[in-house]
T-cell receptor, first 114, second 114 residues
Framework: DVKVTQSSRYLVKRTGEKVFLECVQD?????MFWYRQDPGLGLRLIYF???????EKGDIPEGYSVSREKKERFSLILESASTNQTSMYLC?????????????FGEGSRLTVL | GNSVTQMEGPVTLSEEAFLTINCTYT??????LFWYVQYPGEGLQLLLK?????DKGSNKGFEATYRKETTSFHLEKGSVQVSDSAVYFC?????????????FGRGTSLIVHP
């Protein structure tokens, strides 16, 4: 069974802390994504990566960075967490190709910044 | 740019009622269209897809037809069950750098009562 695993389901951090959200996939997928999910706003793409050490900004990259040192792992970093980054964060992965490839999602990491 | 608009929820139905969730899109090219579903406490999973005009995607009793003339991809089910209670996301593919990255709608919550 395909699997995308996010390291923490729930986190509580304080304003100004550095936060790492980890995501691992076991499907040998080239593409990995970080989305943020907020009520009424749906899913918004933060960053994606189509290869090791490669990254592209999504629609809302401000305040975030990412790291992809290995194919199976994609990390989202909040350098200095702020209360407006309280949200549900979803990681996803997919194969690459010339047409649509299904995204496989993790269960999400709910971050609260106090 | 590309965008997806879906009806606001929540949609509240009794078991065995007919379901329609409206979705319209704006795209510059010829996107693939799909519906994802998010059950409580879980990540998103692909429900169905359609890759060209007049295609009908179907799965688990749900159907959606790709209507290019009305730029729509409405989700329907003839008889909903309590277990269908979830958030449904309409989305289209968006080729960026060779990777087809979905653009998601805001999601529609469905609540089915016994």
């Amino acid at each position: 069974d395909v699997k995308v695993t996010q390291s923490s389901r729930y986190l509580v951090k304080r304003t100004g802390e550095k936060v790492f959200l980890e995501c691992v996939q076991d499907m040998d997928h080239e593409n990995m994504f970080w989305y943020r999910q907020d009520p009424g706003l749906g899913l918004r793409l933060i960053y994606f990566s189509y290869d090791v050490k490669m990254k592209e900004k999504g629609d809302i990259p401000e305040g975030y960075s990412v790291s992809r040192e290995k194919k199976e792992r994609f990390s989202l970093i909040l350098e200095s967490a702020s209360t407006n980054q309280t949200s549900m964060y979803l990681c996803a992965s997919s194969l690459t190709g010339l047409s649509f490839r299904e995204l496989f999602f993790g269960e999400g990491s709910r971050l609260t910044v106090l | 740019g590309n965008s997806v608009t879906q009806m606001e929820g929540p949609v509240t139905l009794s078991e065995e009622a007919f379901l329609t969730i409206n979705c319209t899109y704006t795209a510059t090219g010829y996107p693939s269209l799909f519906w994802y579903v998010q059950y409580p406490g879980e990540g998103l999973q692909l429900l169905l897809k359609a890759t060209k005009a007049d295609d009908k995607g179907s799965n688990k009793g749900f159907e959606a037809t790709y209507r290019k003339e009305t730029t729509s991809f409405h989700l329907e089910k003839g008889s909903v069950q309590v277990s269908d209670s979830a958030v449904y996301f309409c989305a289209l593919s968006d080729p960026r750098g060779g990777s087809y990255i979905p653009t998601f709608g805001r999601g529609t919550s469905l609540i089915v009562h016994p």
